[in-house]
């Protein structure tokens, strides 16, 4: 009987010892997987600048979900600012833009087409429906050079 408490103390402590270890290495594993999820979760900024016309964009991407900041400053017209939310398809990015102009709040699809590092903005026929201006048909969409948002430093 003295030699059983000897015993079980040992084993206790072994037990201990042995589920601290199995959280140090959970911890490992954990601090791994942030790792990995924070390169998925990858933000970025552009700018277009031409003339008297601005406009930027902060994007954030998480696999193939966008969202960010997007403002329009564009000469003669009047700024708008507001949020981005939408898809990743291949090299093209489709949002829907919340944007405050003129004491309104409006909301359109916007289309970009990802070109060597930079994103140009898709131009087509558009209608309006369920309170949103949306394109007819996005492959008809026409990407010129009107507005190229270049990548820039984030700040």
């Known amino acids: 009987m003295k030699n059983i408490l000897p015993i079980i103390a040992v084993t206790t402590v072994l037990m201990t010892s042995c589920q601290s270890n199995t959280t140090k290495n959970n911890k490992l594993t954990d601090s791994t997987t942030t790792k990995s999820d924070d390169a998925a979760n990858a933000s970025e900024c552009f700018l277009y600048a031409k003339n ?24 003669q017209k009047d700024k708008n600012t507001g949020k981005i939310e939408g898809i990743v398809k ?53 990407f010129g050079k009107a507005i190229e948002f270049s990548k820039t430093d984030c700040k």
């Open 52 to 75: 008297r016309d601005t406009a930027t964009l902060k994007l954030n991407t998480t696999d193939t979900l966008i969202s960010g900041d997007l403002s329009y400053n564009l000469f």
């Open 90 to 142: 291949g090299d093209t990015l489709i949002a829907d833009y919340t944007f405050q102009s003129e004491g309104m709040q409006s909301v359109r699809q916007i289309v970009w087409l990802k070109q060597s590092g930079k994103l140009v903005e898709g131009f087509g026929d558009v209608e309006e429906a369920d309170g949103k201006v949306k394109f007819k048909n996005i492959s008809k969409l026409k």
